[in-house]
């Protein structure tokens, strides 16, 4: 008796925090982007997203932050729902927070390392697809070296298996991009009319092209620099305002988005030396007094410390977002696996 | 029993010849009955009646006109026949109103020796419904190092040479050639592209490659290559054909070229006349060809090198993928697309129908100028020419569905594409080698059908 009492009360007490886990995901009904993101199955870049899209998805991502941050025991939304990690290319990072964002959901993760096996034996993606809707995934995070495959996957699995985008060559990356946006609005600034200086590779950088095309949609007035020889043809004829010093693009700049260098840009002839790099383009306190006193830094890691930034400024929490970054992130991802996958049958 | 055709109450088309003027005593336009016997025209007059076995075809409403030549064809084969063969691609060839193709000799193994290219010409002898013409490398396995044997393989019958795929890179190398082609003269056919502007690309370079995050092929490694071959030329002497042309600055450097005299000819191809990079289907692979979809600016450049005569032939670098290649990533897929059953349609509609060419100088486009460039007799329709023959019914609407395409392999942008002006039949040599049953089935009253 005491056992079944004990039991009720257990099952009682479940029960209620299930409702209050439940209730910190209850949306506001005044989200206009939340219909938008019913219809949507896939996130495959910024581009063809709307800007109530956008607002919905931070809305989320806010409500997300604050059951991540409260160190709440996951939620049981998803809890019937399995996530899938397909990495073709390394990432501990990206990976590691789109696990984290589906745990706290209630989510079961798969971690694919498809690099080391199925590629090797010859396995395009269109048998990686096959075998995934076979195993009855119900979302696919997808990382891989050519522009362009996270739409191939998407177009494959049709409605069958959700497919984010975790980064598609130099094309897009577009939770990077939304949880970049999420860190600066939380400065307080709202982003229409605010400049923002993208400094670096231009040309490899799908960090670069997500954050255009979602921070343009909002009104942000986007400069670049980096070398000419790492900044791609004709992207003034998209609103960019390209230019070739650091100065005045970072000149009186909101935000300043350092983009991360790879080292390998040097053997590849595009640059002639990463000594170079840091003389024109490196951000420190020195070259930040350029822009608006308020500014922020953002970068979306890993940071090669003293190249693309000094350590000094990194470090700085007054100017720099990059911790902040990596926080919002697991929220930003928390919230798409959310608006994607939730159809109310959550545990 | 060499069969007997007469061909009744279509327009006869006649092209213009290579210098712009009518190719034959036939004025176009005219309503004309033809009749073919062994392989010939041996008779046309404005009503001809029947004769016992002769297999009749009702060319009433349609154009009446020379097969098509096209200079620049991938037919596989060899090692590659899961991609296309000679009895697939011609047969592709037959469809799309052609009855000359040639085919290049990056072939597997490439034709780089007298011992392949008498493979080549044997399955040409076994499969070809049309005519092939093989071209033979200039170097040998297509490296751009050492010259192959040009003119053992002229002998044999290799109608141009060309390293296709793979530009000669080495100038020293390209100059050899052009010298050593004066005991021959035969055309190089050159592939122009500097290897190094273009590596690692896979589309045009441009806005659509930055917003898309794709390494581009600028078109400055065409208009670098055009160039320094025209140097070479003009140093050497002889003659150079350019493949492809897609890029403004290329065909300015061989309009440039031409007005100063030198012996300098130039193709493009149907998919460069009639798309830019802006309108291709994102990541799709069947866009993905080499050299690339230019801009608009391009496009345009090339339909007015087209109507000046700069640009000469029209030619299809029909390139046959099969399904796996073309379903990798667009970075990894293969360059290229088939081409020959959209080929006339396509440039008809764009050149003819918009009124910017006259039909028999379009026609001359994928006739008489190919063939000059080859050294072929000029194809046309008069008594005693050669009965290759293609029978388009101008005003029809059709279209395009590739799982109809006789091709062995799928990759075009073209397919479910709405095209006007349609190819029914098909004659190669005095033989009916191709007519569309679906569309043209009252139109042919074959021998084997109406008599016994």
Redesign the interface.
Known sequence: MSDASSLAVEKSTKKKMADETDSNLILPDNLPGLNAWKARRHLLDTKDMSVEEVDALIAVAKLCKEIHSKGRPPLTVLSHKVVANLFYENSTRTRSSFELAARKLGASVLNLDIRMSSVAKGE???DTARTLVSMGVDAVVQR?S????A??LAELLRHEVHVLNAG?????HPTQALLDLFSMQETGKTIKGRKVAIIGDITHS?VA?SNIWLLQKLGADIHVAGPPTLV????D??GVTVHEKLEPAIKDADFVIALRLQLERQDEGLIPSIGEYKRLYRLDHERIKRCKPDVRVLHPGPVNRGIEITDDLVDDSKVSLVNLQVANGIAVRMAVLYLLMYDGQGT | MESAILIKNGRVINPTDANGKASSNVASNQSLDIRIRDGKITEMESELKPKDNESVVDAQGCWVMPGFVDMHTHLRDLGQADREDISTGTKAAAAGGYTTVVAMANTDPPTDCAEILDRVIKRIHERAIVEVLPVAAVTKGLKGVELTNMVEMSDMGAIAFSDDGMPISNLDVLRRAFEYARLHGRPIISHPEDKDLSHGGSMNEGCQSTCLGMKGIPSASEAACVAREIEVLRYTGGRLHFAHTSAKASIDLIRQAKAQGLQVTADATPHHLVLSDAEMTPYDTSFKMNPPLRSKKDVEAIEQALVEGVIDAIATDHAPHSKLDKSKPFDHAPFGIIGLETAFSLCFEKLVLSGKMAPNKFLALITTHPAKILGIPAPQISVGARANIAIVDPEMRWNFEIVESFSKSKNSPFTGRSLKGKNLVTIFDGKIVYFDKERAAKRVQEVCASST
């Not at chain 1, 598609?168 to 897009?172: E, H, T, V």
């Open positions: 395009t993606i269109e891989h050519s522009s362009g495959s739409h191939k598609d060559g130099w094309n897009a799908r092209r791609p043809v004709e992207l004829s998209f």
